[in-house]
């Protein structure tokens, strides 16, 4: 009898157990603190976005599916779990048939709803038990990626990530680029970047929706593109750089490389073979070039404007037919930037005859042309695209001839202008550019008489005279390019610099797990980061 009495005792003791722990256990599940997904620190803003006020639990019991015969989209589902274990060390099968711990979802889902209304659009739904994105295309669902990363709390090198959850905002987010072209330039002709120091800023880029850069591949102090039917313009015109350096080149396959990154980003790349100015090291390789009847030598100085191609040379233009074939045939994007800035020692009737016949090769090799406002004045399609950086005038142009204009005007967007007059790196001519002239201003109404219809995007250059390695690349694109991603790709009414500035604040723990060597504005409020890569000179 007292036997029994214990066991029942017991019996109860265990159930109570249970249901003590069970109720732990919903209670792990439901009792989430109140959450604000508007408050998140999104950049660039999105559209839309409705919080719901409860969290979805990322953990080792989520999975990730996609769309699985929809192009594109298992490799986005893989990248974001790649970027998950990134963050958090967390490993989350993608598509995965066999899990069945399995307690929540991230579906990525190709859907041709009307409610998304551009090809990078996307909406995402998050609920307690799952994390829903639409987009019509891999494209869409690449940039909502980039969102589901940047509401991940913290990011953290958690060796218990096993045992961890983090909590996610629940609501819903609607979003879609402002303009359609969102782009930074590098010039990798005064100073060469590898391949290595590309690829990695084309991965800030991506997390910032930045969706295209361009490579200012040459210039008078050195020649970094891989020619076939001319090797001399590398083998000679590639060996050199300001300041006297090394230079340095890509070969096709180094290029083909970044392309393929970039592609993987849902980056573009432009390809600029600056002419006909800017043509002082295409002229030392091949001296017909530049019709003097002279030599040039190496130039490593700073100073522009000097050199010119022979633009009434029939063999000149064969030449650059060579090149922008072969480079077009490397480059799947739909733009060739042909520069044109700058040559102030060409004719101005010299430089017409010159950019209207390029336009035209570049046209037969199935591209697009984009050149430095310049061009404007020559004969050209309305396909082309003039790049404003300096003159009004030419912009306006532009607008009155029918083409589409990008925004970079050099007083507002150019990277490589300094912070302040203690700027370590950078120039000056165009103004100083600290963190909060860089971001207010408003692309739509920069140039009078220029508006949104005209303007297919904006684009920060960062030019290379000052800097000669990826610390000094980072230290100006950073921060300041992330303000450029928000100008074009938030609206207007969304963009605030009060709100702005302390959602970068929070972007540091994400910049220094990157390593990145941003230079740390005073005007910010930088968050502490716990996890910093490597000791970083922040002086
Ligand atoms: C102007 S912007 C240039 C470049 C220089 C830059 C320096 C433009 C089209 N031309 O050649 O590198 O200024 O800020």
């Not at 680029?177 to 990798?188: A, I, Q």
């Not at 219809?453 to 960062?462: C, K, Q, R, S, T």
Request: with cysteine; proline share 5%; net charge negative.
């Amino acid at each position: 009898m007292k036997q029994s009495i214990l066991l029942k005792s017991l019996f109860v003791f265990c159930l109570f157990t249970v249901l003590v722990a069970c109720e732990q256990q919903k209670k792990k599940v439901i009792n989430f603190p109140t959450t604000d997904l508007s408050a998140e620190n999104l950049i660039p803003k999105p559209l839309k976005i409705t919080p719901t006020n409860s969290a979805f639990g990322l953990d080792k019991n989520t999975s990730i599916h996609t769309s699985e015969n929809a192009s594109g989209f298992p490799e986005v589902g893989q990248f974001l779990a790649e970027k998950i274990k990134w963050q958090t060390n967390l490993d989350i099968p993608v598509n995965t048939t066999e899990s069945p711990t399995l307690e929540r979802i991230i579906f990525i889902n190709q859907s041709d709803s009307t409610e998304i209304s551009s090809k990078e659009g996307y909406d995402l739904y998050i609920t307690q038990d799952s994390v829903i994105l639409n987009a019509k295309t891999a494209e869409g669902a690449f940039r909502g990626v980039q969102t589901i990363r940047q509401i991940i709390p913290e990011i953290s090198n958690d060796t218990l990530a096993e045992n961890k959850m983090w909590l996610i905002p629940t609501g819903k987010i609607t979003d879609s680029p402002n303009f359609e072209y969102r782009g930074s330039m590098l010039d990798v002709a005064r100073h060469f970047f590898s391949v290595e120091d590309v690829k990695k800023y084309i991965d800030i880029l991506a997390y910032y929706k930045i969706n295209t850069l361009h490579l200012h591949l040459t210039d008078d102090q050195g020649w970094r593109i891989e020619i076939k039917s001319w090797p001399k313009l590398t083998e000679v015109g590639g060996r050199s750089e300001v300041g006297g350096g090394e230079g340095g080149f890509y070969t096709q396959e180094d290029y083909k490389e970044i392309v393929a990154y970039a592609a993987k980003h849902y980056i573009t790349i432009v390809p600029e073979v600056d002419m006909p100015g800017h043509t002082n090291a295409a002229s030392v390789a091949y001296p017909f070039l530049n019709g003097n009847g002279k030599t040039p030598k190496i130039y490593t100085g700073t100073q522009v404007g000097f050199s010119t191609f022979d633009t009434r040379k029939d063999t000149v233009y064969a030449f650059i037919d060579d090149v922008v074939r072969e480079i077009s045939a490397i480059t799947p994007g739909p733009y060739f930037h042909a520069g044109g800035d700058e040559s102030h020692v060409t004719k101005k009737k010299d430089f017409i005859y010159f950019v209207s016949k390029i336009d035209k090769i570049v046209k037969k090799h199935g591209k697009r042309m984009i050149g430095w406002d310049e061009i404007v004045h020559a004969d050209i399609d309305t396909t082309a695209i003039a790049q404003f950086w300096a003159n009004e005038k030419n912009a306006k142009l532009a607008v009155e001839k029918g083409l589409k204009v990008i925004l970079s005007p050099g007083k507002k967007a150019y990277l490589d202008m300094k912070y302040d007059t203690l700027s370590k790196h950078g120039l000056d001519w165009a103004g100083l550019i600290p963190v909060d002239t860089g971001y207010i201003w408003t692309p739509e109404r920069y140039v009078q008489g220029i508006n949104k219809e005209h303007i297919l995007g904006v684009e920060a250059p960062l030019w290379s005279e000052t800097i000669s390695n990826i610390d000094e690349l980072e230290y100006l694109a950073f921060p300041r390019m992330i303000g450029y991603s928000e100008l074009s790709w938030s609206k207007e009414e969304n963009r605030d610099w009060e709100n702005y500035k302390i959602r970068l604040g929070n972007q540091a723990p994400y910049l220094d797990k990157m390593d990145v060597k941003y230079y740390p504005s005073p005007l910010i409020e930088w968050k502490k980061s716990k996890y910093t890569y490597k000791t970083i000179d922040k002086d």
